[in-house]
């Protein structure tokens, strides 16, 4: 079965650039979408096909998507971005998400 | 802005059947554009896609469940629901249901979980 492998924990300071990976075998022949999820909140899409932004989402969130890694930045990074952060695929007809990134913003 | 409220025990025993219903709101589980998910979360663990149903009754399952998942809808109520049976303390854990949106394939709203125990 397909797996998604994130970093455990990513840690940056307050007004920098975070980056969390996602790696997966061919990832980039897929699309990824990326979710927040704060402390006892529901996860929110904040990134989906890779790189698009829903509405309401602010700018300094991006992705990208090639070869084995999928990539989420945040720039200018706010006290409020601290979160886990999940990837998910489809594999066929099973949705796979990552296991999870905690972003600290020190 | 659709919303979706799940509900259900939040205790069951073990070796019992899981009941939950997901309750769609400003929107219509008919709609031909998206699908219907559940996915749970045990404490402090990630996100695990249990399973989705389309306004056709079409179902798919996550592979390491399917033995035991039921989803199923009722489009005159607009929900869906979630049976998982001969539950263990394994499957202790916070139920999400999302919609999926079906052309970009991605989970855009999601209810706000409720947290299903199970123990005797």
């Known amino acids: 079965s397909y797996e998604l492998t994130q970093p455990l924990s990513v840690s940056v300071a307050l007004g920098q650039t975070a980056r969390i990976t996602c790696g997966g075998n061919?990832?980039?022949?897929?699309?990824v979408h990326w979710y927040q999820q704060k402390p006892g909140q529901a996860p929110v899409l904040v990134i989906y096909?890779?790189?698009d932004r829903p509405s309401g989402i602010p700018e300094r969130f991006s992705g990208s998507n090639s070869g084995n890694t999928a990539t989420l930045t945040i720039s200018r990074l706010q006290a409020g971005d601290e979160a886990d952060y999940y990837c998910q695929v489809w594999d066929t007809t099973t949705a796979i998400f990552g296991g999870g990134t905690k972003l600290t913003v020190l | 802005q659709v919303q979706l409220q799940e509900s259900g025990p939040g205790l069951v025993k073990p070796s019992q059947t899981l009941s939950l219903t997901c309750t769609v709101s400003g929107g219509s589980v008919s709609s031909g554009i998206y699908y219907w998910s559940w996915v749970r979360q045990p404490a402090g663990k990630g996100l695990e896609w249990i399973g989705r149903i389309y306004t056709s009754g079409s179902t798919n399952y996550n592979p390491s469940l399917k033995s035991r998942v039921t989803i199923s809808v009722d489009t005159s109520k607009n929900q869906f629901s979630l049976k998982l049976n001969s539950v263990t303390a394994a499957d202790t854990a916070v139920y999400y249901c999302?919609?999926?949106?079906?052309?970009?394939?991605?989970?855009?709203?999601w209810g706000r979980g409720t947290l299903v125990t199970v123990s005797s």
């Open positions: 999302a919609r999926e949106e079906g052309y970009g394939r991605k989970f855009d709203d």
């Open positions: 096909r890779d790189s």
């Open positions: 061919s990832i980039g022949s897929k699309n």
